[in-house]
Structures are given as structure tokens and as C-alpha cells.
């Protein structure tokens, strides 16, 4: 019988461990005696002891770990590594989730491939879309050119004998990048990655995610190029591309910041509006409009839609490019499937609006408001 090892550090993450353990209960119970699983716990808060008699099932194996020493999460999953007795491993994160067919889809889909890949659910929505395609970015190329395209490690179940020595012995010290590095030097191995279409995890976002550190990351991609050139997992040629690819990913976040900016300059004059007695939606409803559309179904879509809510004006539906992966309370729709009937379309966006703008006005006969329109009084 197939064993599968979940192997999970945790750090600050007592509060998690229930929750751990009732999801691979779930998983375990969906493989319907296809495999058998067990759960590790890594501690790696030596400050805060975690009990293994205080955490028990009747359906999966919970091996409870305090090293007592704190080696950062390649570290700790590298001690996961050598303490499992799992053939496929799994690297769960202690705050994201697995969906109850989590482990059979991907045992069912990984074949003879070295690791399988699956689709994932990332900020309430699906993670690869129209301009991320999943066939496209999960392969060599995009890994070597672009950056990673696994938004957790816990999308990947993976053989234990796929995993390379490059990565069980060199442990780095900044968090964030260990997971970039497993994949990359396992390509160098010519490991094969096979792709789930299924959608069976969820990559969760709060402030403690290092995800969201880019100081961190930028640094992160920093000590794995060094530990790639010093080990020679590449040639000259393969790592001239990487060390562009980190050049890219440093532009690429500078242009998120740079966009996160205006959207928090954006929602600071929507505060002030509603301050001063004149919130977007009177604004509107003044203008005599109940119905609307909103084009961009982004984080300000979704507060100008409850905006609006508040003055009984109705976001009938949501316009984006990438519809085919959202799902929403509301229809969303691609542009050139968007139905008519509403009083205006809103466009939510804080950059590159003009040529949607241009391009709404083409299809539709009502006013086209921009949030830079609509705060300027037009």
C-alpha cells in the first residue's frame, strides 16, 4: 500500500494543529483504502513545547516533533524529510488548506512523474487565469525566465526519492525561497512535473505570510542563486538566466507596490468623500443611477460594489478578462459576453484604463465612469 507523508513545520502554530489534522482525516478518508497517510508536526518553536499525547486520530498516524532548535522552514521540512516513512511526500504549510480530495486526485494524476502539480484556490480565487495559464507557467522555462509559478508548496506531492541532495544539505537561512529551490534543482535532475487540473488546495493570506514580504523574498532568491552557482547545479548559460529572472521579479514586485500605492491613494480619497458627506454611491444615485456594472472584479470592484450597496444601486454584474476563473455572488462576465440593461459601467481600475474605457463606450450607451471620473465630479 502507498504511504503518504504530510509533513508540516509549524512556528507559533498550536492553533493550527486541529485544524491539520481534521483535513488529512478527510484526505485519508477519500482514498478509500488507496493509500494510508501520516501527519508530522515540526515544531519549530522550541520556546513552545507541542505534545503528542495531546493530539490523537483513529484514522491517520501523528508523529509530533520538537527538535528544539529553530532551523527555518527548509530546515524544518528537511528534518520532516528525514524522519518520514512516506514514498510521496507533501509540504503543507501550517495555515494553508487541503481539499478532502487532496492526496487521492494527486496520487491519481502524478503516474510516473517525479511530482505533480495542482490548480489552487489563492485570495478566494482560482490562482491561474488568463494571464497566468497553468499549462504555460508551470514548466522549465517559466521557472528558469520568470519565477516561481507554485504559490505554495503544498500544491506539489512529490516522490521522497525525486528530492536532490543539493537541496537536503544546503539549508537556507532567509525564508521564503527553499520551495523555488527544491523545484529548480529537481529540474536539474530532469525531473518530470505532471499538472492537476483539479482544483483540491487553498493558499491562505494574512500579514504573517512571507509570501508577502518582498524584502524578504528579494533576499531569499539572492541566497538561492548562491547555493545553485556554488553547488554547479546549472551551467554558466542556465544561470545567467536566473539571475535575470531575479532582476524581473524584483521590477515585478516594485510594479505591485507601485500599484498597491494607488489603490490605497485611491481608497484614502474615497474615505475623505465619505468624510465630508459626498460617498460615490450619493454621487451616483444623484445622477439618477440604480444599475450598475463594474468592470474589474479586483479589490476595488468588490468595495465599490459594497460602496454602491449601501445607496440601494445594484452591481448587476462584474466585466474581466479573466471570467472563466471567477466566481463571485454576482454574474462576471468577459467583455464581449457582458449583457446590457445597467445605467452606467464603473471601471475599477487605477492604471491602463483609457483603452478599456474606449472600448465600453464602443458597446454600450451609457455613461462609462471612470473612479477617477466619478471622484472628480464628473
Avoid at 502507498?2 to 489534522?21: A, E, Q, R
Avoid at 481608497?267 to 468592470?295: F, M, T
Avoid at 445607496?311 to 463571485?328: G, H, P, S, V, W
Wanted: aromatic residues 10%.
Amino acid at each position: 500500500m502507498k504511504k503518504i507523508s504530510i509533513i508540516t513545520p509549524i512556528f507559533h502554530g498550536k492553533k493550527y494543529i486541529n485544524g491539520i489534522i481534521a483535513q488529512v482525516e478527510k484526505c485519508q478518508e477519500a482514498l478509500n483504502g488507496l493509500g494510508e497517510t501520516e501527519l508530522l508536526i515540526i515544531n519549530d518553536d522550541p520556546s513552545v513545547p507541542v505534545s503528542e499525547t495531546d493530539y490523537k486520530s483513529e484514522h491517520i498516524a501523528i508523529r509530533i516533533f520538537n527538535p528544539g532548535v529553530n532551523r527555518g522552514i527548509h530546515g524544518a521540512r528537511v528534518y520532516g524529510v528525514n524522519v518520514c516513512s512516506g514514498e510521496y511526500l507533501v509540504f503543507l504549510d501550517q495555515d494553508d488548506i487541503l481539499y478532502p480530495d487532496y492526496i487521492k486526485s494527486q496520487m491519481l494524476r502524478i503516474g510516473d512523474a517525479d511530482a505533480v502539480v495542482c490548480r489552487c484556490i489563492h485570495e478566494k480565487k482560482q490562482f491561474y487565469n488568463a494571464d497566468m495559464r497553468f499549462e504555460d507557467v508551470v514548466s522549465a522555462e517559466y521557472m528558469m525566465t520568470r519565477g516561481n509559478p507554485v504559490i505554495s508548496a503544498g500544491q506539489v506531492m512529490l516522490r521522497k526519492g525525486a528530492i536532490p541532495k543539493v537541496w537536503m544539505t544546503n539549508i537556507m537561512k532567509t525564508n521564503c525561497a527553499d520551495d523555488y529551490l527544491l523545484w529548480l534543482s529537481m529540474l536539474a535532475q530532469n525531473a518530470v512535473f505532471s499538472l492537476n487540473q483539479d482544483i483540491v488546495f487553498e493558499h491562505t493570506v494574512n500579514g504573517e505570510n512571507l509570501s508577502l514580504d518582498y524584502k524578504r523574498m528579494i533576499l531569499s532568491l539572492d541566497e538561492m542563486y548562491d547555493i545553485l552557482a556554488e553547488n554547479k547545479v546549472f551551467d554558466k548559460q542556465k544561470l545567467c538566466l536566473i539571475s535575470a529572472m531575479r532582476q524581473n521579479a524584483l521590477s515585478d514586485w516594485i510594479a505591485l507596490l507601485e500599484k498597491f500605492r494607488e489603490m490605497f491613494l485611491m481608497l484614502n480619497r474615497i474615505a475623505i468623500y465619505r468624510e465630508h458627506g459626498s460617498p460615490l454611491g450619493k454621487q451616483l444615485r444623484d445622477r439618477g443611477i440604480r444599475r450598475v456594472a463594474v468592470y474589474g472584479d479586483g479589490y476595488l470592484g468588490k468595495r465599490l460594489m459594497g460602496e454602491l450597496k449601501e445607496y440601494q444601486i445594484k452591481t448587476a454584474f462584474f466585466i474581466d478578462r479573466n471570467a472563466d476563473y471567477l466566481q463571485e455572488e454576482v454574474p462576471v462576465y468577459k467583455l464581449e459576453d457582458a449583457p446590457d440593461g445597467m445605467d452606467a459601467v464603473l471601471i475599477s481600475l487605477v492604471r491602463n484604463y483609457d483603452e478599456v474605457k474606449r472600448s465600453l463606450q464602443k458597446k454600450y450607451h451609457v455613461a462609462v465612469y471612470t473612479m477617477k471620473d466619478i471622484l472628480e465630479g464628473v
